[in-house]
């Protein structure tokens, strides 16, 4: 591999590129699903190859190819060279990457179980023993549970002279149960929405989630939220379980920390961002209560490694701090354009893909709070938790949100179940209104293997520690 990386790099050169670099890029995937007591699917999949970038004439070109051998490599630097020469002639400033990039070493994530060493009947056995805790509960009408198990291997050079390898492992599940009524359906899922939860590691992430636990608690839930009272509407006091305020996170500053959003050069899925330069230590982002850090060094996050695409190591860096605006997501050419060096976040999805600013594990830091404090000193406010549906602006200010579960908290004590819960802001407002967050016994990482950017579409794995956060004088209950 190591010589196939060494031959692009020097036919990249000699055909006239200022800088190269090269990855090559090995992808396995197994995906377990069971629905209804039955095994419904297993598949495992592969995939691998390489991607050249290129810089010529001061713009980028890039191509990639499944086949390895030396004939495809000439090729497809030749393909390279010939995109970047045409970008050229419509750039508008040459790229400047700042300082050169030097790593070298190898990465691998720690984890105690290979998940793909682990024999396909226990990964089985598991879902079917969640599935029948949720079968157990009369009412239930839908039962799935799921895993998803990656392996990926990559090598990085430059002609800096970076060289690096990674071997990367994710493991992850989740179980859902679906309770419906000739009116509506409610469902809840454990222990995340949207599929499972998923982390950096190996089996032992899997087992310390007790699917099999949750299961019979989690389709008690769905049950009940059939004949529960409606979310009020009007302005409250909102305490935001951990894993939708992960969500808040990613939504309402991720998107718009990412430097390239910012500077106009991608939009897609997303949009740009309300937070523009002049506004770097200057905006008031949220109150003293809020500090946010980019850390791709956070143990069992989905966007934890040891250097970036680009053979930028794996740093953490402020975004907000104590409630300043302080800090975006950037890469070598975006960080150079306000003269400052990447804090390491261009990641691509596959050998295929040209790398792009992509969240790492962007954290809400612990406050000093608890979720059972911030109930006792709330007089009239909700408490919701597990994301159901999310809406946000291309600039990333107005948002709605609705979860899957909400409870009334009146006196200080928590009330009676709500369904169908929603809430609505403006980022900063929002973040502002931010008067307490739990703390480190509370707090945890929260991995969204989603999230959607670029043309053609890339999807990133990316995680957000965070912990339950109480914010004041919030509209809830927003139907229309």
Known sequence: MKELAEAALNAAQVKGASYADVRLDEHVTQDIIVKNGQLAAVSDDASEGFGVRVIVDGAWGFAGSARLDNAEVEQVVDRAIRIARASARVRLAPVDLGPAVTSRGHYRTPLERDPFAVPLSEKVDLLLRADAAMGSVKGVTIREGSMEFIRQTKLFASTEGALVEQELFESGAGIEATATSPDEVQNRSYPNSFGRHQGAGGYEYITALELDRHGGRIAEEAVALLTALQCPSGVKTLILGASQTALQIHESCGHPTELDRVFGMEAAYAGTSFMTPEKLNHLQ???????????????????????????????????????????????????????????????????????????????????????????????????????????????????????????????????RLLKNATYAGITPEFWNSCDAVAGRSEWKVWGLANCGKGQPPQVAHVAHGAAPARFQHVKVGILK
């Open 285 to 415: 982002y949220g109150s003293p209560q809020v500090t946010i850090t980019a850390d791709a060094l956070t143990p069992t996050g989905l966007g934890t490694f040891g250097w970036d695409d680009e053979g930028v190591p794996a740093q953490r860096s402020f975004l907000i701090k104590n409630g300043l605006f302080v800090g975006y997501l950037t890469s070598r050419e975006t960080a150079s354009v306000l003269g400052q060096q990447s804090n390491g976040t261009m990641r691509a999805d596959g050998w295929n893909r040209i790398p792009l600013i992509r969240m790492t594990n962007v954290n809400l830091e612990p406050g000093d709070s608890s979720l059972e404090k911030m109930i006792a000193e709330t007089k009239d406010g909700v408490y919701m938790e597990t994301n159901r549906s999310w809406s946000i602006d291309d600039k990333r200010l107005n948002f709605q949100f609705g979860t899957q579960l909400a409870y009334e908290i009146v006196d200080g004590k928590r009330g």
